[in-house]
T-cell receptor, first 114, second 115 residues
Framework: AQSVSQHNHHVILSEAASLELGCNYS??????LFWYVQYPGQHLQLLLK??????LVKGIKGFEAEFIKSKFSFNLRKPSVQWSDTAEYFC????????????FGSGTRLSIRP | DGGITQSPKYLFRKEGQNVTLSCEQN?????MYWYRQDPGQGLRLIYY???????QKGDIAEGYSVSREKKESFPLTVTSAQKNPTAFYLC??????????????FGQGTRLTVV
């Protein structure tokens, strides 16, 4: 069965610091990968996604993620965080098939000190 | 506005009662999903449906039931058999099975408290 691991439960950074959130998945076949964000009081929204092609994908609000197939990883990065990035971040994976479910990691809470 | 509507936003029920959470979408999506969100555990899949009149169990289906009689609606019933029903419930939809690279769109969620 596929699973997703997010290594950091709570990350605290100062504004302008660089961010990297880890994500590993446990499925050996072709996968689709996602990062979602949940701002306080708001619904989950997609940050970025990887289906195929360039393993470095860029998303909204200056976020990017790199798919490293050999490491089964899809880490999220941002060079300089802002206070408004305070949120919970979820990595997710689905198998590339015609009828697949999407599985989420346990989430990483990001707190930014102004 | 196109989107996913979950109602109500907050729901309180007495222990032992069944309760049904509503989820409606006007995005014309084929697939719909129910997740449960608990602190520190992320989102766990309860049930999903790829097409009308068909649905599959997710990872934590025990104590829950669903129906998919219409494309736009996917209600979730939390039964008295669910041992720990207090949680935040999220409904989502996508264009087809997510294996073809389509992302899920989420509703605002329903916070269920059982007392």
């Amino acid at each position: 069965a596929q699973s997703v691991s997010q290594h950091n439960h709570h990350v605290i950074l100062s504004e302008a610091a660089s961010l990297e959130l880890g994500c590993n998945y446990s499925y050996g076949g072709t996968v689709n990968l996602f990062w979602y964000v949940q701002y306080p009081g708001q619904h989950l929204q997609l940050l970025l996604k990887y289906f195929s092609g360039d393993p470095l994908v860029k998303g909204i609000k200056g976020f990017e993620a790199e798919f490293i197939k050999s490491k089964f990883s899809f880490n999220l990065r941002k060079p300089s965080v802002q206070w408004s990035d305070t949120a919970e971040y979820f990595c997710a994976v689905s198998r590339y098939s015609s009828a697949s479910k999407i599985i989420f990691g346990s989430g990483t809470r990001l707190s930014i000190r102004p | 506005d196109g989107g996913i509507t979950q109602s109500p936003k907050y729901l309180f029920r007495k222990e032992g009662q069944n309760v049904t959470l509503s989820c409606e979408q006007n995005l014309n999506h084929d697939a719909m999903y129910w997740y449960r969100q608990d602190p520190g555990q992320g989102l766990r899949l309860i049930y999903y449906s790829q097409i009308v009149n068909d649905f599959q169990k997710g990872d934590i289906a025990e104590g829950y039931s669903v129906s998919r009689e219409k494309k736009e609606s996917f209600p979730l019933t939390v039964t008295s058999a669910q041992k720990n029903p207090t949680a935040f419930y999220l409904c989502a939809s996508s264009i087809t099975g997510q294996g073809q690279g389509t992302e899920a769109f989420f509703g605002q969620g329903t916070r269920l408290t059982v007392v």
